[in-house]
């Protein structure tokens, strides 16, 4: 086993284009909005959120991913819980 073997055997690199699947649970910020619709950004990944047109940015949800493509790292999901507001 070479020496970079061994130093990045334990490691795993996140994505900036991080890949979700229909149904997964996830623990985000709102961190914008394009009109009614609030975002969802992780990375690069941007996923719009139904069901959160009261929420303001920079507030703490839960949601449930609805559909998600992940060549174009863009998808939809629907708001379960508001974690904590901070507007």
């Given at each position: 086993?070479?020496?970079?073997?061994?130093?990045?055997?334990?490691?795993?690199?996140?994505?900036s284009k991080p890949a979700?699947?229909?149904?997964?649970?996830?623990?985000?910020?709102?961190?914008?909005?394009?009109g009614d619709v609030a975002?969802?950004?992780?990375?690069?990944?941007?996923?719009?959120?139904?069901?959160?047109?009261?929420?303001?940015?920079?507030?703490?949800?839960?949601?449930?991913?609805?559909?998600?493509?992940?060549?174009?790292?863009?998808?939809?999901?629907?708001?379960?819980?508001?974690?904590?507001?901070?507007?």
């Amino acid at each position: 086993m070479s020496f970079f073997d061994r130093l990045f055997a334990e490691s795993a690199f996140r994505s900036s284009k991080p890949a979700f699947e229909v149904g997964q649970m996830v623990t985000a910020f709102v961190t914008g909005r394009r009109g009614d619709v609030a975002l969802v950004r992780v990375g690069d990944t941007v996923l719009e959120l139904e069901g959160a047109e009261g929420v303001p940015v920079e507030t703490r949800v839960r949601f449930e991913v609805e559909a998600f493509d992940a060549e174009s790292s863009r998808g939809r999901g629907r708001l379960v819980d508001v974690l904590e507001d901070r507007g």
